[in-house]
């Protein structure tokens, strides 16, 4: 009887080695188990270092974790951001980060990716139908508008305004209107000209000279971002009039900081596009993992003149 016992003994100490070994293989594989994810990115162009920036964020992130980012470039054309976001759709992405062309005319392919179960991660610009992207993360915009258009006021007791914005980018909508409802009602702040050049240096260059032309009394101009601001000056500068106006520019490029340190620029209200890339990257992976995320993060602006400029430096962004 005690011989049986012990050789039960025996048996059921091999099958908990035996047991215990598999289980241990098994918790072992589980660990080595990671989700790989596959992300997509479109922005309004990558003809603007700032979007570069802001991707090179993201994917500092995503790429830290292991994982893909597949970033494309509709060029302004927001037929071809839909299309690009139909396309990362059907290659199966885990999440969307879009900054978009047209931030209404962008729906049918926000709709396309809810009904895919695709999160969007709304990034610099929101778009209009904010219902459809899971969280929106940008600079404080209007407010960007609204420091620039103090400082003008603390510089002039007057001035004739140029606006040069981008009507279809809800970021530059807002810089806008900040600046504008800063100084309504003032009749001694007038705007005289107010044109579209969508954020390009080269066409905001073309436009600023008709401006001139019909406007040669301008003494501030309000720009949408910094490659705007810089396309005015081109301008102002072939008239020799570059240092009679105040120019304000938004991002805080490595360039236009440096324009503002030649004197050249007036001010720019700067972003960190690096800040709000990786910030939306771990929103995503943040959306991913199940947790609760909030609808709007707003990263703060910077006001950045010649008083400051040599504090955030020519060389890169802040």
Known sequence: MKKVLVILLVLSMVVGVFFGCGNEEKNNDTTQLKASYKFGATYMTLNNPFFVLLNKGI?????????????????????????????LISQGVDAIFVTPVDWKDIRPALEAA??????????D????????????????NYNAGVICANDMMRKLNKAKIVI??????????????????????????????????????EQAMSVMQNIIQVNPEINVVMALNDPTAMGAI???????????????????????????????????????PMTIGMTAA?????????????????????????????????????
């Open 59 to 87: 994917k500092d992130v995503v790429e830290a974790n292991g994982d893909k980012l597949i970033a494309l470039d509709p060029a302004l054309d927001p037929d071809k951001q839909i299309s690009q976001i139909e396309d």
């Open 114 to 123: 809810e009904k895919a179960g695709i999160p969007i991660i709304n990034v």
């Open 125 to 140: 610009a929101p778009v209009y139908d904010t219902e459809l992207v899971a969280s929106i993360i940008a600079s404080d």
């Open 164 to 201: 040069l914005e981008h009507p279809t980018a809800k970021s530059a909508i807002d810089r806008t209107q900040g600046f504008i409802d800063t100084i309504a009602g003032m009749d001694n702040y007038e705007i005289v000209a107010r044109e579209s050049s969508e954020g390009q240096l």
């Open 234 to 272: 081109a301008a102002l500068q072939a008239v020799k009039s570059e240092e009679k106006v105040l120019v304000y520019g938004i991002d805080g490029a490595p360039e236009a900081k440096q324009m503002i340190k030649d004197r050249k620029m007036t001010a720019t209200a700067a972003q960190s």
């Open 282 to 318: 771990q929103v995503a992976y943040d959306i991913l993992a199940g947790k609760e995320v909030k609808k709007e993060i707003f990263v703060d602006i910077i006001f950045i003149d010649v008083y400051n400029v040599d504090e955030y430096g020519t060389t890169g962004w802040q």
